[in-house]
T-cell receptor, first 114, second 112 residues
């Protein structure tokens, strides 16, 4: 049973335009949501996060939006740059548990074309 | 210098062999994790450790064992490797009470 779904395996956008990556979850106990970025031959790197008490968090070109009622979050990248081409993973967790275990989606491959 | 290092970076082995993957960190974090990634899938947790005396199974621990030799070192062993353990393996660390985990560069393991 997939608790975290990233339904778009891939996304292609033009440089300078907006990239929107989506993530849906089923576990209502998730209260903290992280996005990771992964380049080939490297480990995932933390990008941005949001707590369930917020509906938006912004860091430079990256903004994450959370809709708790819909159990949906999205990552917006604007303007998109070729260096943003990578796999993006949504990874929520239940911080109320003692283990802080991340649950990863399958990822979305973003390609930003020059 | 890398904060989380993994050795080896690539390994090819044969079915039935015992393999050890090693992870070291200089971040001073108490918590360490082992994940595997298969093509087209997200990362799945194998084992995690919250301190030197604490070891816990993740969602896919069968066929694996771990050893936490020190705060900075966490090793993953495949007792008798099988082809479906061919995957990318990642080590990660985190601070207690903080959700962000920091990943090593990964080990690509191929079991023939």
């Amino acid at each position: 049973d997939q608790q975290v779904k990233q339904n778009s395996p891939s996304l292609s956008v033009q440089e300078g335009r907006i990239s929107i990556l989506n993530c849906d979850y089923t576990n209502s106990m998730f209260d903290y949501f992280l996005w990771y970025k992964k380049y080939p031959a490297e480990g995932p790197t933390f990008l941005i996060s949001i707590s369930s008490i917020k509906d938006k968090n912004e860091d430079g070109r990256f903004t994450v939006f959370l809709n708790k009622s819909a159990k949906h979050l999205s990552l917006h990248i604007v303007p998109s740059q070729p260096g943003d081409s990578a796999v993006y993973f949504c990874a929520p967790l239940n911080s109320g548990g003692s283990n802080y275990k991340l649950t990863f989606g399958k990822g979305t491959l973003l390609t930003v074309n020059p | 210098d890398a904060d989380v290092t993994q050795t080896p970076r690539n390994r090819i082995t044969k079915t039935g062999k015992r393999i050890m993957l090693e992870c070291s960190q200089t971040k001073g974090h108490d918590r360490m994790y082992w994940y595997r990634q298969d093509p087209g899938l997200g990362l799945r947790l194998i084992y995690y450790s919250f301190d030197v005396k604490d070891i816990n199974k993740g969602e896919i621990s069968d066929g694996y064992s771990v050893s936490r030799q020190a705060q900075a070192k966490f090793s993953l062993s495949l007792e008798s490797a099988i082809p479906n353990q061919t995957a990318l393996y990642f080590c990660a660390t985190s601070d207690p009470g903080l959700p962000e985990q920091f990943f090593g560069p990964g080990t690509r393991l191929t079991v023939l």
